[in-house]
């Protein structure tokens, strides 16, 4: 099997050019840095530290308490982040800085992984969510190298899929040496694939240990001022292809009753934010570019949210958020951001994402479910008006999230038996 699926892996590869030439025709970055996907990173990175791996930018975002409790409590080792898209790179790089290095997870090849590893050295390799390179794992395995599975979740229909694979998935997850999973309903799918109750903890997300610090609160208060003093805001994130026609028709009908609402609109992916401008234009609203800095006026009516990095001061300035990826079948993106700023979040019906998320949200009243242009346009309504439901349902968010905090002390206090004693 193993044979098979590498054989495989090495005839698609001028198939993965392709795609990545296809792609680079919105996105310019897939088309740099080929070298690191073949584990040529040598100069880039120092090596025998922490590797950590997320794939996109969720998981990058899920990281960062991680990162930065792993870089205080280890200052000596260096930290090594890998993702495999251009976006999850850039919110590597803007989120840590120089504190990290940053290069591309290479793909799944036997000769691309032993290189690589050659290279980095690493003392322990972290990945979040669920990312089971099968050349990945055994490389780690044969250099006897931990590897954590860090806020690991499985959703029924992947643990189906890999519930196929009978031997070649218990061989793979025998090679694992700890999966922190997310909840129990994850970790038993983990035990029916085969993996042992010793290799398996319950943690809890650590999406929900996030926290606004205060030079982000000050900052967003700074921004509310410059922007809309005396107007009120709503925000529309990780929007998706078809959402954001939603969002623009809902915000029209909006400023009917409330002419002066500012909304502040920011897609998914880079490649999204020229086709974002195209529809706000269409739609015949004053808009203005987050990027050029400039602060909106008296009748801008959206700003486009076109840089990387900035969700958590934008929501910061919001009365009320609107989480996209989940009016269309994408599952849904983070509730927990807004949730912290203390602001009601709406959701369409698709959130298979944050599942449990989600239901720990809605059975609070901590979370708005809409459907359509229609529904969103009602609650929005309500929530805009009504001010005691507002900070009722912006409460009951961020008391959700507390409640749910402890993931990443538990996972802290996993990891330190593979880590070297720490120097006081």
Known sequence: MEFLYTTLLYLIQPLVWLRLLLRSRKAPAYRKRWAERYGFCKNKVVPDGILLHSVSVGETLAA??????????????????????????????????????????????????????????????????????????????????????????????????????????????????????????????????????????????????????????ARAVTLRRQWAPRRQVWIATSTHDGEEKIILDAHKKLLETFPDLLLILVPRHPERFADARELVQKAGMPFTLRSTGEIPSATTQVVIGDTMGELMLLYGIADLAFVGGSLVERGGHNPLEPAAHAIPVLMGPHTFNFKDICAKLQQDDGLITVTDMDTLVKEVSTLLTDEDYRLWYGRHAVEVLHQNQGALARLLQLLQPYLPQRSH
């Open 64 to 217: 960062i308490p991680l990162v930065r409790a792993l870089r205080h409590r280890y200052p000596s080792l260096p930290i090594t982040v890998t993702t495999m898209t251009p976006t999850g790179s850039e919110r590597a790089m803007s989120a840590f800085g120089k504190d990290v290095q940053h290069v591309y997870l290479p793909y799944d090849l036997p000769g691309a992984m032993n290189r690589f590893f050659n290279t980095t050295r690493p003392k322990l390799v972290i990945v979040m969510e669920t990312e089971l390179w099968p050349n990945m794992v055994a490389a780690l395995h044969k250099r006897k190298i931990p590897l954590v599975i860090a806020n690991a979740r499985l959703s029924e229909r992947s643990a189906k899929g890999y519930g196929k694979l009978g031997k070649f998935m218990r061989r793979l997850l025998s090679r694992i040496t700890l999966i922190a999973a997310q909840n129990e309903e994850d970790g038993n799918r983990f035990l029916a694939l085969g993996l042992k109750r010793n290799q398996l903890t319950i943690t809890g997300s650590l999406k929900f240990d996030i926290s606004v610090t205060p030079e982000l609160a």
